[in-house]
């Protein structure tokens, strides 16, 4: 067997390891590299001469790229007959609106036996020669499209200070942290406490901007100092201008905070 795959990835270093994996599960596989939307929708139309023939058994996308979106791309490679599997930095609470579209994807970093599984499947709808286009095909990918539209993204905060209310820009926000059933909010100035609960607000964040690094906070990127680990051997980390305020990082969220998304 020798699939040909498409593999865009905007990210060297990422698209070299999952090409090596690649390798190693498939090292008769041909594949086509591409870093951005654009190249990869160029190398669709350029298929082998035959319009009606798939250009590509399978194509790994990244759903962040330059250019044409991972998105768009999905949708060219569905309507020539290729196999799709997005890859992305997604949290895990995304991972419904990717089952919900009825496409496979995988999460990074990516772990090998996840991917095992993943060309498992492909292997086998490329064995029985099971349509990789179609009204279905479709269908899931609109549904993904629709569950992945970004929410409102919060502006302002009304948080309250004493007895004050004020009425806080997210912009200056540098971490929300748990206090039980509501949120307290710091910033460079001091903290304040907010009535909705992480769980409530990280819908409302924008994810690029906004991580959650432990069941307790959510930090925004910009504002990270450092992680360290502290003398019980747990990470820890520490914002630029608030260094008194040291914040937990759980184990989970640590691969996304060392590969940078």
Same mark, same amino acid.
């Given at each position: 067997?020798? $699939?040909?795959?498409?593999?865009?990835?905007?990210?060297?270093?990422?698209?070299?390891?999952?090409?090596?994996?690649?390798?190693?599960?498939? %090292?008769?596989?041909?594949?086509? +590299?591409?870093?951005?939307?654009?190249?990869? #929708?160029?190398?669709?139309?350029?298929?082998?001469?035959?319009?009606?023939?798939?250009?590509?058994?399978?194509?790994?996308?990244?759903?962040?790229?330059?250019?044409?979106?991972?998105?768009?791309?999905?949708?060219?490679?569905?309507?020539?007959?290729?196999?799709?599997?997005?890859?992305?930095?997604?949290? *895990?609470?995304?991972? +419904?609106?990717?089952?919900?579209?009825?496409?496979?994807?995988?999460?990074?970093?990516?772990?090998?036996? @996840?991917?095992?599984?993943?060309?498992?499947?492909? +292997?086998?709808?490329?064995?029985?020669?099971?349509?990789?286009?179609?009204?279905?095909?479709?269908?899931?990918?609109?549904?993904?499209?629709?569950?992945?539209?970004?929410?409102?993204?919060? *502006?302002?905060?009304?948080?309250?200070?004493?007895?004050? #209310?004020?009425?806080?820009?997210?912009?200056?926000?540098?971490?929300? @942290?748990?206090?039980?059933?509501?949120?307290?909010?710091?910033?460079?100035?001091?903290?304040?406490?907010?009535? $909705?609960?992480?769980? +409530?607000?990280? %819908? *409302?964040?924008? %994810?690029?901007?906004?991580?959650?690094?432990? @069941?307790?906070?959510?930090? *925004?990127?910009?504002?990270?100092?450092?992680?360290?680990?502290?003398?019980?051997?747990?990470?820890? #980390?520490?914002?630029?201008?608030?260094?008194?305020? %040291?914040?937990?990082?759980?184990?989970?969220?640590?691969?996304?905070?060392?590969?940078?998304?």
């Amino acid at each position: 067997m020798s $699939p040909r795959v498409l593999l865009v990835e905007d990210e060297a270093p990422q698209r070299a390891a999952l090409l090596a994996a690649l390798r190693a599960h498939w %090292p008769h596989a041909s594949v086509r +590299e591409a870093g951005d939307g654009d190249a990869a #929708l160029a190398a669709l139309a350029d298929g082998s001469g035959d319009s009606s023939a798939p250009p590509f058994d399978v194509a790994f996308l990244d759903i962040r790229l330059p250019g044409a979106s991972g998105l768009a791309v999905a949708r060219a490679a569905i309507a020539r007959g290729v196999r799709v599997v997005f890859t992305t930095a997604y949290d *895990q609470h995304a991972v +419904e609106a990717f089952e919900q579209g009825a496409v496979d994807y995988l999460l990074k970093p990516i772990r090998p036996e @996840r991917l095992a599984d993943t060309l498992r499947r492909v +292997e086998a709808a490329l064995a029985t020669g099971a349509a990789a286009a179609g009204p279905s095909a479709a269908a899931g990918l609109d549904a993904l499209i629709a569950a992945l539209q970004p929410a409102r993204r919060l *502006q302002w905060i009304s948080a309250s200070l004493g007895d004050t #209310l004020k009425l806080i820009a997210v912009d200056e926000v540098l971490a929300f @942290r748990a206090e039980d059933k509501m949120s307290r909010l710091v910033t460079a100035d001091g903290d304040a406490v907010i009535r $909705p609960s992480l769980k +409530e607000l990280l %819908p *409302q964040l924008d %994810p690029e901007r906004f991580w959650q690094v432990h @069941r307790s906070a959510i930090v *925004q990127v910009a504002a990270i100092a450092h992680v360290k680990r502290d003398e019980l051997g747990r990470h820890v #980390l520490r914002l630029k201008q608030r260094p008194d305020e %040291p914040i937990p990082v759980s184990r989970a969220f640590l691969p996304r905070l060392r590969d940078g998304g």
